[in-house]
């Protein structure tokens, strides 16, 4: 037995929500409690997972605007980098940008920063700050998986066109703290399919010096 990760895409911009189960235990991570936050309750209540902690790998519209539901349904705050707290001031600017519903509003003191670890069963994750994409951008490392958000993508890497990105910190976040992890580790991004950082190196258009951020 081991970790267990569950992805799907929710909302328009088809943001992948992420539990990551302890199967010897039952806990899980709830990371990214984007749209259908009752979608990934009712799974975690059919498979009798117990959510210890709801985390958000970055505080832009499409990670969090369920937020408030997921709070109030597991009694959790949500865990975050101190520098979204900004960000949480501004989801109504956010959704309108959009056309889109206004989240419900909600605030957190529980903030997560670089060299700091969740336990989840017998595992641990190590939080790499990863500012670039968004300034509070945070990935989760276990020693297999990354839990990446939106820094490091298959055959992409975050946009960096939107208030708060900045591309030549989005290479050095993934040049200094993704691409030295090992080739082998499964990234789980915040959109689109899997990847591994292996394959990435070689192939994405990004960090081989085919395309360049501006």
């Known amino acids: 037995m081991g970790l267990k990760v569950v992805q799907w895409p ?6 992948n929500t992420t539990l990551v189960i302890d199967e010897a235990t039952s806990d899980a991570i709830f990371f990214d409690p984007g749209a259908s936050v009752q979608d990934t309750l009712t799974y975690s209540k059919e498979k009798g997972l117990k959510i ?10 499409d990670h969090i605007s369920s937020a408030s539901e997921a709070i109030n349904s597991l009694n959790l705050d949500l865990q975050i980098h101190s520098s ?15 056309n889109l ?11 997560l920063d670089e060299g700091d670890q969740i336990s989840l069963g017998d595992s641990t994750f190590e939080i790499l700050h990863c500012p670039g994409h968004s300034p509070d951008s945070l990935c989760f490392y276990d020693g297999e998986i990354l839990i990446g958000g939106d820094v490091l993508f298959y055959r992409s890497v975050g946009r960096t066109d939107i208030p708060g990105g900045d591309s030549a910190q989005l290479i050095e976040s993934i040049t200094k703290k993704i691409l030295p992890l090992p080739d082998s580790t ?3 991004p915040g959109h689109g399919p899997t ?11 990004f960090l081989n010096g085919k395309l360049k951020l501006v």
């Open 52 to 61: 210890i902690h709801l985390i958000a790998t970055h505080c832009h519209l």
């Open 10 to 15: 929710v909302g328009p911009f088809q943001m």
């Open 195 to 205: 990847t591994i950082i292996g394959d990435e190196k070689i192939h994405n258009p």
């Open 186 to 188: 499964i990234v789980y």
């Open 84 to 98: 979204g707290k900004d960000f949480l001031t501004t989801l109504d600017v956010q959704a309108d940008m959009f």
């Open 101 to 111: 519903p206004r989240p419900i509003p909600f605030s957190t003191d529980s903030f």
